[in-house]
């Protein structure tokens, strides 16, 4: 058995169309489809509400091209490893590594 939850939008015509690929060809499958109505919500979530470490943003986020490669790194706790040190030592809390240092 397989499972899948999918976000749909409900037509003007009051029907729901799915297309959903499950890998098999010629075989008799049973479906089972339950629904929810989804309501708009009315305020908008937080970056630590969607699971980003609190001040992630504000520590990251800038005019520089480099910026996402920092943010990535820094989320996934990861040592950047770049000869660009003075760029990435702004970044608090991240960790690099400058392998043609020489020393």
Same mark, same amino acid.
């Given at each position: 058995?397989? &499972?899948?939850?999918?976000?749909?939008? *409900?037509? /003007?015509?009051? $029907?729901? #169309?799915?297309?959903?690929?499950? !890998?098999?060809? %010629?075989?008799?499958? @049973?479906?089972? *489809? $339950?629904?929810?109505? =989804?309501?708009? &919500?009315?305020? +908008?979530?937080?970056? @630590? @509400? =969607?699971?980003?470490?609190? !001040?992630?943003?504000?520590?990251?986020?800038? &005019? =520089?091209?480099?910026?996402?490669?920092?943010? $990535? +790194? =820094? *989320? #996934?706790?990861?040592?950047? *490893?770049? #000869?660009?040190? /003075? @760029?990435?030592?702004?970044?608090?809390?991240?960790?690099?590594? %400058?392998?043609?240092?020489? !020393?």
């Amino acid at each position: 058995m397989q &499972s899948r939850k999918l976000r749909s939008q *409900v037509g /003007k015509d009051g $029907i729901l #169309h799915l297309d959903i690929p499950v !890998g098999v060809t %010629d075989k008799e499958i @049973e479906v089972m *489809v $339950i629904y929810q109505l =989804l309501e708009p &919500s009315a305020q +908008a979530k937080t970056p @630590e @509400e =969607l699971g980003w470490p609190p !001040g992630f943003f504000e520590q990251t986020a800038g &005019s =520089l091209q480099d910026d996402p490669i920092a943010a $990535i +790194a =820094l *989320v #996934h706790q990861l040592t950047l *490893v770049t #000869h660009n040190t /003075k @760029e990435f030592a702004r970044v608090k809390g991240l960790q690099i590594e %400058d392998w043609e240092e020489e !020393g």
